[in-house]
């Protein structure tokens, strides 16, 4: 069957008041549009390492990074094993001290609060790539202007739309949780601690104001566009560009994009993980870096997590698809 052919079938499984006109013709990105993609991630990060190295020592010291460093990763991992794996998945059952410690440091990465945050994924998951799906770049049609278009909405867009997902109807678990309303209602001051928390480091350590400024600003502000960035490209780039090594459900193009692995702690594997979603691994194949597994695995050990749901490999072998669905093949199926 021809890719067009394909598209008139899919059509007919719309109806008429489909607002993602276009979506069934998609193409794969073009090596003009994925380069343009990519220069527009990676330049501002090239950016971002002259400014380290034009202020370094005035405007930016070690402790400033060091901080960054630590604070990404707590917030990320709050945000990778806390409200995605654990939280929206239920791919392992935490203590219930762990399960509020994961909520309070992925609240802290101002991605909304915890309640919500899930109710979002869980409509992505739903609806992935379809009607409904709140941030899909597929929203717009698959020509070059509606994916340049679609990828603006899935990254950033989305969050400025009013299309409200109710958490009674997608988080209802969670709203059942006291622990996790008290976290979603302190999701303000969170944000106030997650920037106050280097400022007060910086100022300690360096024992003036200005490194407490300075901390706030790598550690706080900086750090945090960072993490939001990286989250918000597995919405937007993990849908469009990369390789779909398993089967998925229809119309779901999720993709594994491999450079993002280290900076998302493994959420880029993003193909894997609409594949198998309430797996605790997303990096399914061998030397697929997923740090966030990996936490979760030092969890069990230590006996803070059980009932994880690791990969099995003869069900991951049966969802491989074939090649003629990979790298950005449309999903179907
Ligand atoms: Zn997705
Ligand atoms: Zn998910």
């Known amino acids: 069957m021809t890719i067009s ?3 008139v079938e899919r059509r007919q499984d719309y109806d008429g008041a489909s607002p993602f006109p276009g979506a069934e013709e998609h193409v794969p990105a073009g090596r003009l549009q994925a380069g343009l993609t990519a220069a527009i991630v990676v330049l501002p990060f090239v950016a971002l390492g002259v400014a380290i190295f034009l202020a370094w020592g005035q405007g930016v010291t070690l402790t ?3 901080l960054a460093v630590v604070l990404y990763g707590v917030t990320g991992l709050g945000v990778t094993v806390g409200f995605h794996r654990l939280l929206t998945h239920a791919s392992f059952t935490a203590r219930p001290w762990l399960r509020v ?15 919500d945050w899930v109710a979002v994924h869980r409509r992505h998951h739903a609806f992935t790539d379809r009607p409904g799906d709140p941030h899909s770049p597929y929203r717009y049609g698959a020509g ?4 340049l278009r679609g990828l603006a909405h899935a990254h950033l867009g989305w969050l400025f739309a009013g299309d409200q997902t109710p958490a009674e109807r997608y988080a209802p678990d969670l709203l059942a949780d006291p622990a996790m309303v008290k976290v979603a209602r302190a999701f303000p001051a969170l944000c106030a601690l997650s920037l106050a928390l280097p400022f007060l480091a910086g100022w300690a ?8 400024l300075t901390a706030c600003l790598w550690a706080g502000l900086i750090r945090v566009a960072l993490l939001q960035h990286v989250t918000w490209s597995v919405n937007s780039l993990c849908h469009v560009i990369g390789d779909r090594p398993f089967k998925t459900r229809r119309h779901d193009r999720s993709s594994n994009v491999w450079p993002l692995a280290l900076l998302s702690f493994g959420e880029s594997w993003h193909n894997g993980h609409h594949s198998e979603p309430s797996c605790a691994r997303h990096g399914l194949d061998r030397g697929q870096l997923d740090p966030s597994a990996a ?4 969890f069990e050990r230590l006996g803070w997590a059980s009932s994880v ?9 049966r969802r491989r698809a074939g090649p003629r669905k990979q790298a950005c093949a449309p999903a179907g199926d």
């Open 5 to 7: 052919e394909q598209a």
């Open 64 to 66: 400033d990074l060091l």
């Open 101 to 115: 410690a994961l909520a309070v440091a992925g609240s802290m990465g101002f991605q909304g609060n915890v309640i």
């Open 144 to 147: 070059l202007r509606g994916q």
């Open 205 to 212: 350590i360096t024992g003036t104001l200005y490194g407490g």
């Open 295 to 298: 936490l979760i695995g030092l």
């Open 309 to 317: 749901h690791w990969p099995d490999q003869e069900r991951i072998e």
